[in-house]
């Protein structure tokens, strides 16, 4: 197995990581580590006084954050029915009753559809990757087209209880900004309308961090001997 490749100096290769990931020693960096995903490989930032044992423990401890970071932005389809039947309980007092949740990649131009007459829900793939708070925004949007197939002010007054709804649309309107469809027409992306656009700007600058990952140390790393 090759083993990860290694900047700023430094020689030899790391034990037990997988193919793919490039370690970046750092001096300006000293109290935190950071990973993030580059296309097919995965980059580690750390301090260049770390230890060749410190570096591989942060090494394998960033990989395995950045694993679970990417299992709960694309869960399984089991899991996804598992979290709407759960959002349906705490924020619709369990009145939507999906009867399952898919992942399709033929919706471009919606995030979320449903049909209301057998409870199915599907999910553009596009969320995948999103931050789960916008992904349980968009469950729960669908849940609610369960129950009322408009966007009437019954329909929207469903979704009062989730603390997240403004911001998670004005992410989704940051997306569509980000991907040059600034204005997309209600009615063909469904879950947007004008009241998302005043949150485009910061949800672009947060949309760029979302799958990156980032500890700060507890105390600097002993500078060695």
């Not at 100096?9 to 993030?36: H, I, K, M």
């Not at 959002?87 to 939507?96: E, F, G, M, N, P």
């Not at 793939?125 to 609610?144: C, F, I, K, N, S």
Request: hydrophobic share 35%; glycine share 6%.
């Amino acid at each position: 197995m090759r083993k990860p490749s290694r900047r700023a100096g430094a020689a030899g290769s790391l034990p037990g990581v997988e193919d793919g990931v490039e370690v970046r020693r750092s001096r300006r960096r000293t109290r935190t580590v950071s990973a993030y995903r580059d296309g097919e490989r995965t980059v580690v930032l750390v301090p260049a006084r770390f230890t060749r044992a410190e570096e591989h423990e942060w090494v394998q401890r960033m990989v395995a954050r950045l694993e679970a970071a990417d299992r709960r932005r694309n869960p399984h389809e089991d899991v996804l029915l598992q979290r709407a039947q759960e959002l349906s309980r705490r924020y619709l007092d369990d009145l939507a009753h999906p009867s399952s949740v898919v992942w399709v990649d033929n919706q471009l131009n919606r995030w979320g559809s449903c049909t209301p007459a057998d409870g199915s829900i599907r999910l553009s793939t596009r969320l995948q990757g999103m931050p789960g708070w916008v992904l349980d925004y968009v469950l729960l949007h669908e849940l609610a087209h369960l129950l009322v197939p408009t966007h009437s002010r019954h329909f929207w007054a469903l979704l009062e209880a989730y603390p997240r709804t403004e911001r998670a649309r004005g992410f989704l309107a940051g997306t569509d900004f980000a991907a040059g469809r600034p204005d997309a027409p209600e009615g063909v992306d469904d879950l947007l309308d004008d009241e998302g656009a005043d949150e485009v700007g910061v949800a672009a600058l947060e949309a760029r961090d979302t799958s990156t990952e980032t500890v700060v140390l507890d105390a600097p790393a002993r500078t060695r001997r």
